[in-house]
């Protein structure tokens, strides 16, 4: 393998930058030499796989949080476009991750952790096969644009919370974080009328807290929002989560970390292979997938089975 490190140095509040000598030395450990270049902006990540795609690296390893990861899966590819299939840059090159960010959600699905040490080990790991998410939505401008995600995407309060916690210092670590943001989000939340179509079905009128539209198991600092969600089954698993407010969020705040919130009323599950959303009234229905606001209903989502491969 040729393994390329994509860095963002802001991760983990500055950590990453802070405690890269250590961080490099790890991978080294594991896999020997391992070139690496640091993120300077929004989607730079992005570019930087690319780059190291084509200049003959099969190994790209994310050192960040599920924002970072993002941009990294999405270098796999050309820059999505609405109405064109995916374009693979190198067939056959692989992700991996050294986790350092504040939600840690992708990880949780993949079985790491945040140390360091027992991280960069399993760099030396099989590879697997690994589902991505495309979705086509609406950008802020009207336009329409493309993204792939990795871990989930959502509509509902859910993109309100990614505002604030992007918006926050993230001192308080993950779970807090996400959690001081969810209460204020749910501050006065009414429900969004949503359209839903799945697998080219009806559309159907929901009521909408939070639906996720889930590749992994977590999202929101921790939540498992989707269970039974696995990463290689060609689908994805829908969470719909209606009529919740800041009261509910308090009393049943457990069942959405440990998922027993499936048996909650208040919670529906599907699965699909492609969902459709459009916006049930004039109110704009905003999107956020693997903790980054992207832009609004109407979005098609669609998995792509084994689009990638996962050493882990």
Known sequence: MKPFLVVNPRSANGATARHFDSIVQAARGALGDCPHAFTEGAMHAADLTRDALRQGHDLV????????????????????????????????????????????DLRRTIGLDADLQRCSARLKGDRKPLDVG????????????????????????????????????????????????????????????????????ALEDLSVTTLAIANGRYFGGGMMVAPDAKMDDGLFHVTIWSGLQLKH?????????????????????RTARTVRLEPGGSEPVGIEADGERLGRLPATFTILPGALQLVS
């Not at 840059?89 to 504040?102: D, E, M, Q, Y």
């Not at 609406?138 to 995407?153: I, K, L, Q, Y």
């Not at 939340?189 to 799945?198: E, G, M, P, Q």
């Open 61 to 104: 390893i994310a050192v960040g949080g599920d924002g970072t990861i993002n941009e990294v899966v999405n270098g796999f590819f050309e820059p999505a476009r609405p109405g064109m299939a995916p374009r693979p840059i190198k067939p056959g090159a692989a992700l991996a991750v050294l986790p350092r960010g504040t939600g840690g």
């Open 134 to 201: 495309r979705i086509d939505f609406t950008g802020e401008d009207g336009a329409p644009a493309s993204r792939f995600f990795v871990n989930v995407a959502e509509v509902g309060v859910g993109a309100r919370v990614v505002e604030i916690v992007n918006q926050s210092s993230k001192v308080l670590g993950g779970k807090l974080t996400f959690m001081m943001a969810s209460l204020r989000a749910l501050v006065g939340w009414r429900d969004l009328a949503v359209r839903a179509s799945f697998d080219g079905g």
């Open 249 to 269: 969020f308090i009393l049943y705040s457990g069942a959405m970390y440990d998922g027993s919130h499936l048996r909650l009323k208040s919670t529906t599950t």
